[in-house]
């Protein structure tokens, strides 16, 4: 045994209380990193005050709500009460890269309180360690970063890293050296290669992923930094990354004005929509796949089919000549009858159930293909075997056909959960348009960011908070309810 290997397992594999040391010191260090990612801890202090206040045009009342020195958890308020919009992004992904260093920490502890040794011996808790130490070399590295940035954009020395970012860095990065190092005898001995071996060995398979990687680069990952604008007062003169950082000064906004009523309208439309659509999507399906003639069965999957290629501006035609006061359709047979004309465009207590009944015509259709082709793959001995044993048409379906369809059940609500507080835009805004009689029961979330963002001035800020709060409404919404399938029954679960 060489020197180096020698002091590798006299070192880091020395048992303190029990625990390895190359796997007690980054659980040590993690609560090292949590204790000093706490407000009050400096690590970005101001210098050259009044010159740097001249420097960046920070009024005197603005500086009373400033402080000398800052955390990356507080560092945002500087940008807030200064209005320094160009360093607001910097800050808000550091704040990110913060939260995330601080959530692996908290795992890393928790796994190294319940260690146990796997089957891999340690290599899932080496990796934990490995995670929150890159994450907080990253997190110290980009707030010297900060700092260089603040000192280019005001032109002097104005902002200083505390020694202790660097202290930290370093301790990082032995840590994450230890752990490599540890880490690569844990391999050799688990028979466990690392990703660079993997890349080398399948680097084609990589290669054919990278035209995908650089799709949702560009199209998905990218776009998110948009994401910073709901916590802007966007004008074009700062531009996207220059505008006055607000906080959640439009989150507020959307709380006073009419957020209550969007989540009611939104989520309600939304329930009706999954249960009552999935229920009857469901049923069709079964009806079809019952029918023994071929040729009535296609027949019957094109006509409920077709309802979803029409064009949601033909349906608000279809709706107006249907349900206008004056010459409407069912008006024109209301009073042929001898009754009084209904004010449908004057009436909100319509155009709930008007709604469900037009979705429902758009979409069952569609939704009750994916059904049919589950059914379809059923095994047909499941039901030859239900039939020797006398089981009629209606149990078969209730014993056979519906657990069968479950999982996709499951599937494509868990899906469809995802965009609960997501409405569908084109049919009210074909359907209801600009009419504000009808807002307080048509009103969802879609329409209401439209208004705002396209038809006011400079509202893109507070476009992007309602729609930021609809993506993470739903994501919530997703993860709950996943974890609750998870319980009940994994195999059912997305992740």
């Given at each position: 045994m060489d020197q180096k290997k020698y002091l590798t397992c006299n070192v880091l594999y020395r048992e303190i209380q029990g625990r390895q040391a190359g796997i007690l010191f980054p659980a040590l260090l993690s609560v090292l990193f949590l204790i000093c990612a706490l407000p009050f801890i400096p690590w970005v202090?101001?210098?050259?005050?009044?010159?740097?206040?001249?420097?960046?045009?920070?009024?005197?009342?603005?500086?009373?709500?400033?402080?000398?020195?800052?955390?990356?958890?507080?560092?945002?308020?500087?940008?807030?009460?200064?209005?320094?919009?160009?360093?607001?992004?910097?800050?808000?992904?550091?704040?990110?890269?913060?939260?995330?260093?601080?959530?692996?920490?908290?795992?890393?502890?928790?796994?190294?309180?319940?260690?146990?040794?796997?089957?891999?011996?340690?290599?899932?808790?080496?990796?934990?360690?490995?995670?929150?130490?890159?994450?907080?070399?990253?997190?110290?590295?980009?707030?010297?970063?900060?700092?260089?940035?603040g000192n280019a954009k005001a032109g002097m020395k104005g902002f200083a890293?505390?020694?202790?970012?660097?202290?930290?860095?370093?301790?990082?990065?032995?840590?994450?050296?230890?752990?490599?190092?540890?880490?690569?005898?844990?391999?050799?001995?688990?028979?466990?290669?690392?990703?660079?071996?993997?890349?080398?060995?399948?680097?084609?398979?990589?290669?054919?992923?990278?035209?995908?990687?650089?799709?949702?680069?560009?199209?998905?990952?990218?776009?998110?930094?948009?994401?910073?604008?709901?916590?802007?007062?966007?004008?074009?003169?700062?531009?996207?990354?220059?505008?006055?950082?607000?906080?959640?000064?439009n989150f507020q906004y959307l709380i006073k004005a009419d957020l209550f009523k969007l989540i009611r309208n939104t989520v309600l439309y939304n329930v009706v929509f999954i249960g009552v659509g999935n229920v009857l999507q469901i049923l069709f399906a079964i009806l079809v796949s019952q029918v023994p003639k071929k040729w009535f069965k296609k027949t019957s999957q094109t006509f409920l089919f077709m309802p979803y290629f029409v064009s949601f501006v033909i349906l608000q035609v279809l709706v107006y000549n249907m349900f206008e006061y004056q010459y409407g359709v069912i008006n024109n047979i209301v009073t042929s009858l001898g009754g009084s004309r209904i004010d449908f465009y004057n009436t909100p207590s319509y155009w709930p159930v008007l709604i469900t009944i037009f979705y429902l015509w758009k979409n069952i259709g569609y939704g009750m293909v994916v059904y049919l082709a589950t059914i379809m793959g059923i095994d047909g001995e499941l039901y030859d075997a239900?039939?020797?044993?006398?089981?009629?048409?209606?149990?078969?379906?209730?014993?056979?056909?519906?657990?069968?369809?479950?999982?996709?059940?499951?599937?494509?609500?868990?899906?469809?959960?995802?965009?609960?507080?997501?409405?569908?835009?084109?049919?009210?805004?074909?359907?209801?348009?600009?009419?504000?009689?009808?807002?307080?029961?048509?009103?969802?979330?879609?329409?209401?960011?439209?208004?705002?963002?396209?038809?006011?001035?400079?509202?893109?800020?507070?476009?992007?908070?309602?729609?930021?709060?609809?993506?993470?409404?739903?994501f919530v919404v997703v993860m709950v309810t996943n974890f609750l399938v998870k319980r009940k029954n994994e195999e059912y679960a997305l992740f």
């Amino acid at each position: 045994m060489d020197q180096k290997k020698y002091l590798t397992c006299n070192v880091l594999y020395r048992e303190i209380q029990g625990r390895q040391a190359g796997i007690l010191f980054p659980a040590l260090l993690s609560v090292l990193f949590l204790i000093c990612a706490l407000p009050f801890i400096p690590w970005v202090s101001l210098t050259n005050i009044s010159a740097l206040f001249s420097a960046l045009s920070i009024t005197s009342e603005a500086a009373q709500n400033l402080y000398v020195s800052y955390n990356v958890v507080n560092l945002l308020s500087f940008v807030y009460y200064s209005e320094q919009g160009f360093l607001g992004l910097y800050a808000m992904i550091l704040l990110l890269l913060d939260v995330a260093a601080i959530y692996f920490h908290v795992m890393n502890i928790y796994r190294f309180a319940r260690y146990q040794k796997g089957v891999h011996g340690n290599l899932d808790l080496y990796a934990a360690g490995r995670l929150s130490m890159e994450f907080e070399m990253i997190v110290t590295a980009g707030t010297i970063g900060f700092a260089a940035y603040g000192n280019a954009k005001a032109g002097m020395k104005g902002f200083a890293t505390s020694p202790l970012v660097y202290f930290l860095f370093l301790l990082a990065l032995v840590s994450y050296l230890a752990i490599k190092v540890i880490e690569r005898e844990e391999r050799i001995r688990y028979h466990e290669h690392g990703l660079l071996k993997e890349l080398r060995k399948n680097w084609v398979l990589f290669l054919m992923l990278v035209p995908m990687f650089i799709y949702f680069l560009i199209n998905s990952y990218l776009p998110m930094l948009g994401i910073y604008l709901a916590f802007t007062n966007f004008n074009f003169r700062d531009g996207v990354w220059a505008s006055p950082f607000v906080g959640l000064q439009n989150f507020q906004y959307l709380i006073k004005a009419d957020l209550f009523k969007l989540i009611r309208n939104t989520v309600l439309y939304n329930v009706v929509f999954i249960g009552v659509g999935n229920v009857l999507q469901i049923l069709f399906a079964i009806l079809v796949s019952q029918v023994p003639k071929k040729w009535f069965k296609k027949t019957s999957q094109t006509f409920l089919f077709m309802p979803y290629f029409v064009s949601f501006v033909i349906l608000q035609v279809l709706v107006y000549n249907m349900f206008e006061y004056q010459y409407g359709v069912i008006n024109n047979i209301v009073t042929s009858l001898g009754g009084s004309r209904i004010d449908f465009y004057n009436t909100p207590s319509y155009w709930p159930v008007l709604i469900t009944i037009f979705y429902l015509w758009k979409n069952i259709g569609y939704g009750m293909v994916v059904y049919l082709a589950t059914i379809m793959g059923i095994d047909g001995e499941l039901y030859d075997a239900a039939k020797v044993d006398g089981a009629n048409a209606f149990q078969q379906i209730w014993y056979i056909t519906l657990p069968q369809i479950k999982p996709t059940f499951i599937i494509l609500l868990l899906y469809a959960l995802g965009s609960i507080m997501k409405g569908q835009f084109e049919l009210f805004y074909q359907l209801v348009g600009t009419n504000g009689v009808l807002y307080n029961v048509t009103d969802i979330f879609d329409t209401y960011v439209y208004r705002i963002a396209l038809t006011q001035p400079l509202s893109i800020g507070l476009g992007t908070a309602a729609g930021l709060f609809q993506s993470l409404f739903g994501f919530v919404v997703v993860m709950v309810t996943n974890f609750l399938v998870k319980r009940k029954n994994e195999e059912y679960a997305l992740f």
